[in-house]
């Protein structure tokens, strides 16, 4: 019983430290990786460009609105949305801190799970229903069928940390996003990202 009580209270503590430590990005970048160079030394570079050239970048140079310090935080995407999301993401990162204390952490790929569209809808509620102009015929974001929970997550299409994506197409990617639609419009095929027709 004791020890239950004992890993409950560090399991609170560790969470509400960790949050507080979470709103810095500093803390974010603070680990070194075995060779020297600071963990997420490009993303927070890229994070940080007066000129983004990435889905991050652009929000790097956003605004939260609601809060005193309105500056856009690593974590305000990275936390996840619920309580579910955010345990995922509190359990990973703490999966992430015992690795690098065993010094076999290394520069991560992507996130193992993609966050859900409730973590976008935070600061994203609605989405214009009209498409970037000249490049699609119909907007996705304006069928019903499209703006379903169950359907794929923003980030699925919308690729943040990639470089070399275009704005203008709100930094999507062809070859994910055709097969995303291919799964419900198998005769159709993949769209085009080019000019419409």
């Known amino acids: 019983m004791m020890t239950g009580v004992l890993v409950a209270l560090a399991a609170t503590g560790s969470w509400i430290i960790s949050d507080r430590l979470e709103r810095d990005n500093e803390f974010c970048t603070s680990c070194h990786l075995q060779d020297g160079t600071p963990l997420h030394e490009q993303l927070r570079a890229d994070f940080e460009r007066v000129v983004p050239i990435s889905l991050a970048g652009v929000h790097g140079r956003g605004w939260v609105e609601d809060r005193e310090d309105f500056a856009f935080r690593c974590i305000d995407c990275h936390a996840?949305?619920?309580?579910?999301?955010?345990?995922?993401?509190?359990?990973?990162?703490?999966?992430?801190?015992?690795?690098?204390?065993?010094?076999?952490?290394?520069?991560?790929?992507?996130?193992?799970?993609?966050?859900?569209?409730?973590?976008?809808?935070?600061?994203?509620?609605?989405?214009?229903?009209?498409?970037?102009?000249?490049?699609?015929?119909?907007?996705?974001?304006?069928?019903?069928?499209?703006?379903?929970?169950?359907?794929?997550?923003?980030?699925?299409?919308?690729?943040?940390?990639?470089?070399?994506r275009s704005g203008i197409v709100y930094f999507m990617a062809l070859e994910p996003v055709g097969r995303i639609c291919e799964d419900c419009h198998e005769e159709e095929g993949a769209p085009s990202l080019g000019k419409a027709r």
């Open 80 to 164: 996840g949305s619920g309580a579910l999301e955010r345990a995922k993401v509190k359990a990973r990162a703490g999966w992430d801190g015992l690795r690098y204390v065993a010094g076999s952490f290394e520069e991560p790929e992507g996130m193992p799970f993609e966050l859900s569209k409730s973590a976008c809808r935070r600061c994203h509620p609605g989405f214009r229903h009209s498409a970037a102009p000249g490049f699609t015929v119909e907007a996705y974001h304006g069928l019903p069928a499209h703006d379903q929970e169950e359907g794929p997550a923003c980030v699925t299409c919308h690729v943040v940390h990639e470089r070399g």
